[in-house]
């Protein structure tokens, strides 16, 4: 099975495309664009980090000093309901945005949190054609997979040589005493 992260260098490209052609989406559905939906759309379009509301609501700030918070949250769970975005929620953390609609699933750091997208054709071929999975009508698949990622692997494997190090030269620093008669 071939497991492959998207290429980043693809982003732009896609991002680009997305972008010129939301404003025509958006008005084929009866939504009214908005410079504030645009520069939402924008930041998420061009994050390959899958932001959280609060970070994107930082990006847009900078172009659009009067949007509130509630004003981004509403804004993208309506992209999420008319299929401009989609959530990217990890149990027990707060809920991640993703502008990439092409089919992908993710890989999670399950210490920093970092998300890559990852595509696996085969995966999705097992799916494809497929509208049903028993009592379920198939909508869609993501699929996310549990990992370290490079950082957080090697301050893993230093914390542990650390800790062995240490060991070993308390180990060395004991003194033996006699026992006691």
């Not at 009592?135 to 699929?143: A, D, H, K, M, R």
């Amino acid at each position: 099975m071939e497991l492959r992260l998207v290429n980043e260098r693809r982003r732009a490209p896609y991002a680009a495309k997305r972008l010129s052609e939301f404003a025509a989406r958006c008005r084929k559905g009866g939504l009214a664009v908005t410079p504030q939906r645009l520069a939402i759309i924008r930041v998420l379009l061009s994050s390959a980090e899958h932001p959280r509301a609060d970070a994107i609501f930082a990006a847009v700030r900078a172009e659009h000093p009067t949007i509130s918070l509630a004003t981004v949250h509403r804004t993208l769970e309506t992209l999420c309901e008319i299929g401009e975005a989609r959530k990217v929620t990890m149990l027990h953390d707060s809920a991640r945005y993703d502008g990439n609609l092409t089919p992908h699933h993710h890989v999670i750091c399950v210490k920093c949190r970092r998300i890559r997208d990852i595509e696996i054709p085969e995966l999705d071929r097992v799916l494809q054609g497929r509208s049903e999975l028993g009592e379920f009508t198939v909508l869609g698949s993501s699929l996310e997979i549990q990992a370290l990622c490079e950082s957080c692997e090697s301050d893993r494997a230093q914390a542990i040589l650390g800790k062995e190090s240490a060991g070993k030269k308390a180990s060395r620093g004991k003194i033996r005493r006699a026992p006691r008669r």
